[in-house]
């Protein structure tokens, strides 16, 4: 009778001793894992085991046997950020929590320049900042060297060299003096990311009109609409024409057309007449024809 | 109670057809709402009643001349040649009154309100009336369709067109740029009607904006009082350099509550043409009292502008902006053809006045013309 319940008590515990292994199974993780990169995670104990790796926006499941490493291809894990891996062997558990860094060569720029449109010789007017992330879109924090490089229309060049912070990089350019699109390049290991802002003339400078007989009415003419860089005004801009004369007026709103605006008004001896731009004033004619 | 509610259906329905109000008579076509025609008074408010109505023949047989013209020309004259606002437009009263009267003839004058999308506008017209037995019949004193002389107008308006981003396009991606326009003066009045924010606005970029302006009135303690925006005194396309006034009313408020003022100036891009240009001509200042703002507009253009918006700044000595009047064009605007304008002004405010800037917004309809 002793023999027979000394046999059962063996049985009893022989059948649990893995389970007893299993609860002792512990494992060890990295500290960081480079994004997409394979790695592995040593356990200890012995039996099988079920592990799971859990993240942002991911979970692996991965059954184990305990004792032996559990190998991860590259691209397992491929989302930066805390992963909590844990180990469940029967009731007994082992968890803990490691990084998954992102990867450290950039593959993709979001590359923010504003304004897309500004005018031109304004001191800092342009920014540029980029963000940087690695081929599985993970931002990455590293410092960085960033090169920005705006190539203006008149060929000359502005460089700039920012290191980015938690995957930020910002600068900021002057605009040109020449009118047209300048390439706002950033530039980082290799890859690199282009923008386009279109520098567009100033207020017009020297406005200047003449004033010719037309029949009844006086011809009004500007001479070709430049700003004090020398560049074009662009067509479309309004001129404002106006005469007064003996307490009455006459104005017109006049777009530029190749360059120069031009109207009739009624010619009256004697009228002043002036010309305008937004808050540019032009020249003066009294006429006395 | 269905069968009392029944019952007092059925009488009144049997009142209002036995004994028609005079409105229901008129639109019903009932004619013996017209009075005889037995006075010069009478007649021309016969005909003013029947352009009400639309009763364009009716109308048109009543005329003494009517010899002289056809009914399609009366129509086209009450109505407009083009298409314009008194196209669209009601006359919603009018106002006859005796001039001078000998006993075969008489002058009246007809005095017609209108009403329109864009609110009301009166025409005045003085008739020539004349005995025809125990009957009056007006002579209908026609303005006669405006003939423009036949000519080539060169034109090459200028046209922008705006591509945005597509919604596929990568975080990052450059968007077209919204114009920068600035407030260039702004200043609060306090009328008997409320505040009114009145100031001018630049787009002093090199493309086409459609621009509005808001204004949030905060009280000493920087609570919000009110917040309101512009509406129709402002022209909401402006091309690169223009300016444009606007006036914001604020209803029942008080300037001392006031403690300061928020603006946001707002743009964004618009597919616009440069053109056509509209010269304001022997544009004059007329004093108080009756103070307006008279003069001519002229399309320089060679298309037809069916309405014209005019827009009219009103500056102090100092070059401050006092007041912003609109006014709306009944007639199209035909090339090469001055149309007259008349802009009232506040008689309260007709001595600040020291010179005006006169802007005009225009529209016209494609395929009409």
Redesign the interface.
């Known amino acids: 009778m002793k023999l027979r319940f000394a046999c059962l008590i063996s049985g009893i515990l022989l059948a649990a001793l893995p389970l007893a292994y299993a609860q002792d199974g512990r494992m060890s993780l990295p500290t960081t894992v480079e994004a997409g990169s394979a790695f592995s995670i040593q356990s200890s104990g012995s039996g099988k085991a079920v592990l799971y790796i859990v993240g942002p926006g991911q979970v692996l499941k991965r059954d184990v046997q305990l004792g032996e490493t559990a190998s991860f291809p590259t691209g397992s894990l491929y989302n930066a950020g805390h992963y909590l891996a844990i180990l469940v062997a029967g009731s007994s558990t082992d968890n803990g929590w490691f990084d998954v860094a992102p990867a450290s060569k950039p593959a993709n720029?979001?590359?923010?320049?504003r304004?897309?449109?500004?005018s031109i010789g304004l001191h800092n007017g342009i920014s540029g900042t980029l963000?940087i992330f690695d081929v599985y879109h993970n931002l990455i924090t590293k410092p960085t060297p960033v090169s920005f490089k705006l190539s203006i229309p008149s060929g000359a060049v502005q460089q700039r060299t920012v290191t980015a912070n938690l995957g930020e990089a910002t600068t900021e350019m002057d605009s040109g003096t020449k009118e047209g699109f300048a390439k706002f390049e950033a530039q980082v290991d290799g890859v690199s990311?282009t923008?386009?802002v279109e520098q567009?003339?100033g207020?017009?400078c020297g406005l200047k009109m003449s004033a010719q007989p037309a029949g009844n009415r006086i011809h009004l003419q500007t001479s070709p609409v430049r700003d004090c860089s020398g560049n074009a005004?662009?067509?479309?801009?309004?001129?404002t024409f106006t005469e007064n004369y003996n307490?009455?007026?006459?104005?017109?709103?006049?777009?530029l057309?190749q360059g120069i605006a031009q109207?009739?008004?009624?010619a009256h001896p004697g009228a002043t007449i002036t010309v305008a731009?937004?808050?540019v004033l032009g020249n003066e004619i009294h006429w006395q024809k | 109670m269905a069968a009392s509610i029944t019952a007092a259906t059925a009488i009144f329905i049997a009142i209002g057809t036995l004994y028609p109000g005079k409105s229901a008579l008129e639109y019903s076509g009932g004619k013996n709402l017209l009075r005889t025609s037995s006075t010069p008074q009478a007649a021309v408010e016969n005909l003013g009643d029947e352009i009400r109505l639309r009763a364009w023949k009716a109308a048109y047989s009543s005329l003494a001349n009517k010899a002289e013209f056809t009914q399609a020309d009366f129509v086209h004259d009450l109505t407009g040649y083009y298409l314009s606002l008194r196209t669209y437009a009601t006359l919603e009263s009018f106002q006859v009154r005796p001039l001078h009267a000998s006993s075969n003839q008489a002058e009246v004058r007809l005095r017609m309100h209108w009403s329109s999308v864009v609110g009301p506008f009166t025409t005045t017209r003085d008739l020539h009336v004349v005995r025809n037995g125990d009957r009056w019949n007006a002579d209908w004193p026609l303005v006669k369709k405006t003939v423009v002389p036949p000519q080539v107008i060169p034109e090459n308006y200028l046209r922008w067109d705006v591509i945005y981003r597509g919604a596929g396009d990568d975080w990052g991606v450059q968007d077209v740029e919204a114009p920068h326009v600035r407030i260039v003066d702004m200043h609060p009045v306090q009328r008997a009607e409320g505040v009114v924010v009145l100031g001018e606005l630049l787009n002093e970029d090199v493309v086409p904006a459609y621009v509005s302006v808001r204004a949030t009135l905060l009280s000493k303690s920087g609570s919000t009082i009110s917040t309101e925006g512009s509406f129709d005194k402002i022209s909401h396309i402006l091309l690169p350099k223009q300016v444009t006034p606007f006036f914001i009313n604020f209803p029942n408020a008080t300037l001392s509550d006031v403690g300061s003022i928020r603006m946001e100036p707002l743009s964004t891009l618009v597919s616009a043409s440069a053109g056509p240009v509209i010269a304001i001509e022997n544009e004059r200042l007329n004093p108080a009292p009756g103070a307006t703002v008279t003069g001519q507009l002229v399309n320089q253009g060679g298309r037809v502008v069916n309405i014209a918006h005019i827009l009219e700044t009103l500056y102090d000595k100092t070059g401050q902006v006092v007041w912003v009047a609109d006014q709306y064009t009944d007639h199209a605007l035909l090339p090469q053809t001055p149309i007259p304008f008349t802009i009232h002004i506040p008689e309260d405010l007709a001595k600040k006045i020291s010179s005006e800037r006169t802007i005009t917004e225009t529209y016209s309809v494609r395929g009409v013309n």
């Open positions: 720029l979001s590359f923010l320049a304004p897309s449109r500004l963000y990311s923008r386009v567009v003339p207020n017009p005004v662009p067509d479309g801009t309004i001129v307490g009455t007026q006459s104005t017109a709103d006049v777009p057309k109207v009739e008004l009624p731009s937004g808050v």
